[in-house]
C-alpha cells in the first residue's frame, strides 16, 4: 500500500528525529504510566487497609460515638465491677459488696469502641432513598484478668489479663461488615442458618497464634463456641479475633452494665450507586446526629503514616511531573513535526501539483506522526512496566495509621482501684506497596500517544492546509 | 485547449502591487507546443502556475476546455491538475524516500486507480523514458538526466492532456539537456501533447511552434511557425 510506503520510507529518512521524538514520548508516557501504577498500588494498599477494617461492599459506616475514658478518681458506673489491691490482697467490689478477688477471674464482652445504637436504626437506615442495603454489627471486645490465689502474697503471681476481640455478624447480610473481606482457609463462613449457633469463625492470625482450627472450641466470658471456619483478611488491617452471630454477640454482651439485646454499635451501608454517598452520608446524620457517619474516602483521609505521605506524593508531585513531562514531549514532537514540514515544503507543494489534495498530504503527516507516538507509547508502556518493578523491588513498606473500629479495651489499674474502657484507638500497620501496571493505565498509555501524535502532526497539517501550491513551489526555487 | 483573455496577476510586495503578468491574451490549441522565454522575474514561471492551476488570476479569464479555471473550486482545479495536467520542473521535485517508479506511482494515487493498474503504467511509463531497469532506484542512486526522466514518467504516467516544464534542462549539462529534449520532443509528437516549455536557452525555444517572450508580466509572441508547419503537412 502507497501510503504504508511513504510513511514507513519517510520515517526511516528522518531515523534519528523520529526516535528522538518516540524517545521524548514513551519517558513522558512512560511516567505517567508508572505514576499510575504507584498510585494503583497506593490506593489498592489504601483499600486493603479500609476493606479490612469495613469490609468489601461498604460504602458508609455508622457507629455509636466513642464513650469518653473515666477521669481519674471518679466512681465507678452503677453495678460496675472494680478491682481494688490492698494490704490484705485483692478484691472485686460491685454495687458497694466487697469479695476476695483472688482465684477468680474477671470477663467482660463489652462494646469495644462505641456507644450502641438501637438495631430497629439499622432498619430506618435501609429504608432510606438512597441506600441500596444495610447491615448491623457489634465490635465488641472480650477481656478477662485472672486472678492468682496466692496474688497479693508473698512471692505470689501477677494476675494475667487477656483480650481479643469479636464480631457481631449480621447472617443475613453477611456481604457487609469485616468478615466479607476474608477469604476462608479452611472450613466455612457463617451462614443464615447459624443466627442462633455457638459457632465462631477465627481470623487465620488469631487461629495460629492459639492453636485453634475448625471443630476446636473458643471461650467467650465462658460459652463455648464451635469453630467452624477460619478466615484471612488483607493484609494491612487489623482484623477482629472471633466472628459469632449477632444475636449471640447481643446475648451476651454489655455495655457498662446494660445488655446489647437489641442493640448494635456499628451499621454498614451500601449506597444505591458511588455518586450516592454523599447523600447518603447526609440523610443518615439527619437520621442519627450522635453517631459517627464514616464513607470509605473520608476514612482514607484519616489514614497516616508513610502510605498516605506516598499517595500524596504519587498524586500531587507524581501526576504534575508527568503532565509536565508530557507536555514538554509533546511541544518537542510538535515543533519537530512543523520543522521537517517546512523541509518538506517543495515535496508537499510537488505533491500538490501532482494533484494529491491537501487532506491526502495530511493524512500522511498524520500518519507519521501517528506512528512515532505508537512507537513512543509502546516504548514508554514498556518503561512503565520497568518503573513499576524498580518501585516494587525498592520501595520499602509503607506504615498506614488508621482509627480502629475495633479498638483494643485498655484496663487501668490505680491506687482506686482497676476499671477497663474502650477510647477510640489508633493502630499502625506495614503494607507492601506494589506498583502494578493495570489495563486501564497501558489504554491511557496508548491513548496518550496517539493524541501526542495527532497533537504534533495537527500543527504541522494546519501548515499544510494552508500551503498555496504555487508559493510552496516559488520559495523553493 | 486554452484561451487566455486580459489576464493579469497582481502581487503585493512590500506594501506595494506588483503585476507578474498583465493584460495578457493567448490562445493555444491542442497538440501545440509553445516555448516562453524572458529574463528572471519577468512572469514566466507565474504564467506557468497559472496555465497549471496552481495559481489563479487577479482578474481575467483563463479557459481550460472551455472550463474558467478562475470560476472551480479548490477541488475541482485539484482533480483538473490531477487529471490533465503534468507538470516537469528544474529542480525534478522527486521525493527523495521513493524509489523511480514509486515517484511516477505518486501521480496515480489521486486518481483512484487499482495497485495493479497502476503498476502497469508505471512500468510503461518508465520504459518509454528508457528507465525500466532503474525502476527501484532511488533518487539519490540516478543522475540528473535519469532524475528527470523518472520527472517526465510521472508527468506523463496520467496520460496528461498538458505539459508544463518549467527549465526541464537548467540542471543538466549539454549533452543531458539534448537528451531530455528530444525525449519530450517526441513524447510531444507521439501522443499529441500540448507542450508548454519555460526556457531559457534559445536552441531549445527554436524547435517549438510558438516561442513568446515574457517582459514585465506582457507576453509576446517572437516566432509562430504554426501555419508554416499546417502548410508544410498540406505539402507532405
Request: proline share 6%; charged share 15%.
Given at each position: 500500500m502507497f501510503f504504508i510506503t511513504y510513511l514507513w520510507r519517510e520515517l526511516r529518512r528522518r531515523m534519528r528525529q523520529a526516535i528522538f521524538i518516540a524517545l521524548g514520548l514513551a519517558v513522558g508516557i512512560g511516567l505517567v504510566v508508572t505514576v499510575t501504577a504507584a498510585s494503583a498500588g497506593v490506593k489498592k494498599a489504601q483499600s486493603d487497609v479500609l476493606s479490612s477494617l469495613y469490609?468489601?461492599?461498604?460504602d458508609v459506616t455508622v457507629t455509636g460515638s466513642p464513650p469518653k475514658p473515666p477521669s481519674t478518681g471518679s466512681a465507678p458506673p452503677k453495678g460496675a465491677q472494680t478491682f481494688q489491691m490492698g494490704p490484705g490482697g485483692a478484691t472485686v467490689c460491685q454495687n458497694g459488696k466487697c469479695s476476695n478477688a483472688a482465684g477468680q477471674k474477671i470477663d467482660h464482652l463489652d462494646s469495644a469502641g462505641y456507644t450502641s445504637i438501637s438495631q430497629s436504626k439499622v432498619a430506618a437506615v435501609a429504608k432510606?432513598?438512597?441506600?441500596?442495603a444495610a447491615a448491623g454489627g457489634l465490635a465488641l471486645s472480650d477481656t478477662s484478668i485472672s486472678i492468682p490465689k496466692?496474688?497479693?502474697?508473698?512471692?505470689g503471681s501477677l494476675p494475667t489479663p487477656n483480650s481479643f476481640n469479636v464480631d457481631g455478624v449480621d447472617t443475613s447480610h453477611?456481604?457487609?461488615?469485616?468478615?466479607?473481606?476474608g477469604s476462608v482457609t479452611s472450613g466455612r463462613s457463617l451462614k443464615g442458618?447459624?443466627?442462633?449457633?455457638d459457632v465462631a469463625v477465627l481470623d487465620s492470625g488469631y487461629a495460629t497464634s492459639n492453636k485453634l482450627k475448625v471443630g476446636s472450641t473458643v471461650s467467650i466470658i465462658g460459652h463455648k463456641f464451635k469453630v467452624i471456619g477460619i478466615v484471612a483478611q488483607p493484609q494491612g488491617g487489623s482484623p477482629p479475633a472471633v466472628y459469632i452471630p449477632l444475636a449471640r454477640a447481643q446475648a451476651l454482651g454489655t455495655e457498662g452494665t446494660s445488655?446489647?439485646?437489641?442493640?448494635?454499635?456499628t451499621i454498614y451501608v451500601t449506597a444505591a450507586?458511588?455518586?450516592d454517598i454523599p447523600t447518603v452520608q447526609k440523610e443518615i446524620k439527619k437520621l442519627l446526629p450522635a453517631a459517627t457517619v464514616t464513607t470509605a474516602s473520608s476514612l482514607a483521609s484519616e489514614v497516616t503514616g508513610s502510605l498516605s505521605s506516598t499517595a500524596k506524593l504519587a498524586n500531587d508531585l507524581g501526576r504534575w511531573l508527568s503532565i509536565l513531562v508530557l507536555i514538554t514531549a509533546f511541544a518537542v514532537a510538535s515543533l519537530l513535526t512543523m520543522a521537517a514540514v517546512a523541509r518538506r515544503v517543495r515535496e508537499f507543494g510537488t505533491l500538490k501539483a501532482l494533484g494529491w489534495r491537501s487532506r491526502r498530504i495530511i493524512a500522511q503527516v498524520m500518519g507519521e506522526s501517528i506512528a512515532m507516538g505508537i512507537i513512543g507509547g509502546a516504548a514508554g508502556v514498556g518503561l512503565g512496566f520497568a518503573g513499576a518493578a524498580v518501585i516494587t523491588a525498592i520501595a520499602p513498606k509503607l506504615s498506614a495509621t488508621v482509627a480502629s473500629a475495633t479498638g483494643q479495651r485498655i484496663v487501668s489499674m490505680g491506687p482506686g482501684g482497676g476499671r477497663s474502657f474502650s477510647p477510640t484507638a489508633t493502630h499502625t500497620v506495614a503494607v507492601p506497596m506494589t506498583a502494578s501496571v493495570t489495563a486501564s493505565a497501558i489504554a491511557a498509555a496508548v491513548l496518550l500517544a496517539v493524541v501526542g501524535g495527532l497533537l504534533a502532526g495537527s500543527f504541522g497539517s494546519w501548515r499544510i492546509a494552508r500551503l498555496r501550491p504555487a508559493d510552496a513551489l516559488a520559495r523553493v526555487a | 485547449m486554452y484561451k487566455l483573455t486580459d489576464v493579469t496577476r497582481l502581487y503585493a510586495k512590500g506594501g506595494r502591487t506588483v503585476p507578474a503578468v498583465r493584460d495578457l491574451n493567448l490562445v493555444i490549441s491542442d497538440g501545440e507546443w509553445l516555448a516562453v522565454q524572458g529574463?528572471?522575474?519577468?512572469g514566466k514561471s507565474t504564467l506557468l502556475n497559472l496555465l497549471g492551476g496552481l495559481d489563479r488570476p487577479t482578474s481575467g479569464i483563463i479557459e481550460f476546455d472551455g472550463k474558467d479555471l478562475a470560476q472551480l473550486r479548490e477541488a475541482q482545479m485539484t482533480r483538473l491538475r490531477a487529471e490533465s495536467i503534468g507538470f516537469i520542473f528544474q529542480t525534478f521535485n522527486?521525493?527523495?524516500?521513493?524509489s523511480a517508479a514509486e515517484n511516477a506511482e505518486a501521480a496515480l494515487i489521486p486518481l483512484g486507480i487499482g495497485a495493479a493498474t497502476r503498476r502497469r503504467r508505471v512500468d510503461a511509463a518508465l520504459d518509454s523514458v528508457g528507465l525500466g531497469d532503474r525502476a527501484r532506484h532511488l533518487p539519490g542512486e540516478l543522475s540528473g538526466g535519469q532524475q528527470q526522466r523518472v520527472a517526465i514518467a510521472r508527468a506523463l504516467v496520467k496520460e496528461p492532456k498538458v505539459l508544463l516544464a518549467d527549465?526541464?534542462?537548467?540542471?543538466?549539462?549539454e549533452d543531458t539537456r539534448d537528451e531530455i529534449i528530444n525525449m519530450l520532443e517526441m513524447l510531444w509528437r507521439e501522443r499529441n501533447l500540448t507542450l508548454i516549455l519555460v526556457t531559457h536557452d534559445s536552441t531549445i525555444a527554436r524547435r517549438a511552434q510558438l516561442v513568446g517572450v515574457m517582459s514585465k508580466g506582457r507576453l509576446s509572441i517572437r516566432q509562430d511557425t504554426r501555419q508554416r508547419a499546417a502548410t508544410d503537412s498540406m505539402t507532405d
Open positions: 469490609g468489601v461492599g461498604t432510606l432513598k438512597d441506600v441500596k496466692n496474688f497479693g502474697q508473698a512471692g453477611l456481604s457487609l461488615g469485616p468478615l466479607s473481606a442458618s447459624d443466627a442462633n449457633s445488655s446489647l439485646r437489641g442493640k448494635v454499635n450507586s458511588a455518586a | 529574463r528572471t522575474g519577468h522527486l521525493v527523495p524516500t521513493l527549465e526541464p534542462t537548467g540542471n543538466l549539462d
